[in-house]
């Protein structure tokens, strides 16, 4: 499953439509705000957030096995969705006004599987807690 994450970061390019990629790399320095259309980059990254959250889920459970831990990370991972999705498209249609790096890491949170190096070893600390008491 993680071989999975790599090669969707791997083939971004190629199976995601992310005019910001470039953006990101270069082109704040020196370009002005890339032109876009706002359908396919939500769709796109909608499709990219879910194939990760997958991916992400697969492997949580079969790191722990545990039904309580799959179900807490897939509402965790439906509110960062809502939330960091919804402030990325709003700072998106204002372009960015107080500069890029907001934007920068919001996107950063929903394309890659962050919040797997976040719970992974939050749910192996409280399996542990859990044996202490």
Same mark, same amino acid.
């Given at each position: 499953?993680?071989?999975?994450?790599?090669?969707?970061?791997?083939?971004?390019?190629?199976?995601?439509?992310?005019?910001?990629?470039?953006?990101?790399?270069?082109?704040?320095?020196?370009?002005?705000?890339?032109? #876009?259309?706002? /359908?396919? =980059?939500?769709?796109?990254?909608?499709? !990219?957030?879910?194939?990760?959250? @997958? *991916?992400? +889920? &697969?492997?949580?459970?079969?790191?722990?096995?545990?039904?309580?831990?799959?179900?807490?990370?897939?509402?965790?991972?439906?509110?960062?969705?809502?939330?960091?999705?919804?402030?990325?498209?709003?700072?998106?249609?204002?372009? #960015?006004?107080? /500069?890029? =790096?907001?934007?920068?890491?919001?996107? !950063?949170?929903?394309?890659?599987? @962050? *919040?797997? +190096? &976040?719970?992974?070893?939050?749910?192996?600390?409280?399996?542990?807690?859990?044996?202490?008491?």
């Amino acid at each position: 499953m993680v071989l999975l994450l790599v090669l969707v970061r791997a083939y971004e390019d190629v199976l995601f439509y992310d005019p910001f990629v470039q953006y990101f790399k270069f082109d704040y320095l020196k370009g002005g705000f890339p032109v #876009f259309v706002m /359908g396919p =980059l939500l769709l796109d990254l909608f499709a !990219r957030y879910i194939v990760n959250t @997958l *991916l992400s +889920l &697969i492997i949580i459970y079969m790191a722990y096995l545990n039904k309580e831990n799959l179900f807490f990370a897939i509402k965790l991972y439906a509110l960062t969705f809502a939330i960091i999705g919804l402030l990325y498209f709003m700072y998106l249609k204002i372009e #960015f006004p107080n /500069g890029y =790096l907001f934007a920068f890491y919001l996107r !950063r949170i929903l394309i890659h599987p @962050l *919040l797997l +190096l &976040i719970l992974l070893p939050s749910f192996y600390f409280q399996k542990k807690m859990k044996v202490k008491v």
